[in-house]
């Protein structure tokens, strides 16, 4: 209650920005987007405000916003905004610094699935060749990278490739994450639909009865990553 008092007092100031965007995030984390992108884009009206439309804290909530847009599957509004971040963070920062690196992979995402999956591609190769050669093949960034990689050479037909990206991403994601961490469950997710395509059924069937259980126990059972597992199952 004292924050909401103190922020109410002056809105225009960056602690009343920092907490907005923070409540988008939690908005977001709990599935409910159309309210989490009424934040976001409060959030980034007060940091261009205060800060200006190029600063690194800026673009940082812009990439929040991109990403609700996307859970909402507004995906040519986040590619527009995924585009203006990845520039200015190039500009700004560097082609290989990690913000940038993930301005990229965000886009690539959001390329692949409005179709454009051979230039989704490119940039996830790229993406995937600087992380590793940045931060290490075993890094959290590194795989999902990998992953990323995975799921477009999956789109493109070359489910078997894939198939080797993905198991890879699972067992190192297990080894440094943990079973029920997010994103090994991602990862298991992401396997089990490349399993599919393959005719790997009952495999596939497996390890999705698996992810549910955990998200069910993670999430709870209306949450949309929940009810998509389910989707998926049915």
Not at 63 to 83: F, I
Not at 91 to 120: F, R, Y
Not at 126 to 142: C, Q, R, S, V, W
Not at 153 to 181: F, M, P, S, Y
């Amino acid at each position: 209650e004292m924050i909401s008092e103190a922020a109410e007092q002056n809105k225009t100031d960056l602690f009343y920005a920092s907490v907005i965007n923070d409540k988008s995030l939690f908005s977001r984390a709990t599935g409910s987007y159309s309210h989490a992108k009424k934040l976001a884009e409060t959030a980034l009206e007060l940091y261009s405000a205060q800060l200006g439309e190029d600063h690194p804290d800026t673009l940082k909530v812009m990439g929040n916003l991109a990403l609700t847009l996307y859970d909402l599957g507004e995906y040519q509004k986040t590619m527009d905004l995924e585009q203006v971040v990845l520039e200015k963070r190039r500009a700004i920062l560097g082609e290989d610094h990690p913000e940038t690196l993930t301005a990229m992979v965000n886009l690539a995402c959001t390329l692949s699935d409005l179709g454009e999956h051979q230039e989704a591609l490119l940039l996830k190769q790229t993406a995937f060749e600087k992380h590793k050669a940045i931060l290490g093949e075993d890094h959290p960034d590194t795989l999902t990278a990998m992953n990323n990689m995975a799921l477009t050479l999956d789109a493109l037909g070359e489910h078997q490739k894939a198939l080797e990206l993905l198991q890879t991403v699972l067992e190192k994601r297990k080894a440094i994450l943990g079973e029920n961490h997010l994103d090994t469950l991602m990862a298991m997710g992401n396997l089990a639909v490349t399993l599919y395509d393959l005719g790997e059924n009952q495999e596939a069937r497996e390890l999705l009865q698996t992810v549910l259980e955990k998200r069910r126990d993670i999430y709870g059972e209306n949450h949309p990553k929940t009810v998509n597992v389910m989707k998926k199952l049915m």
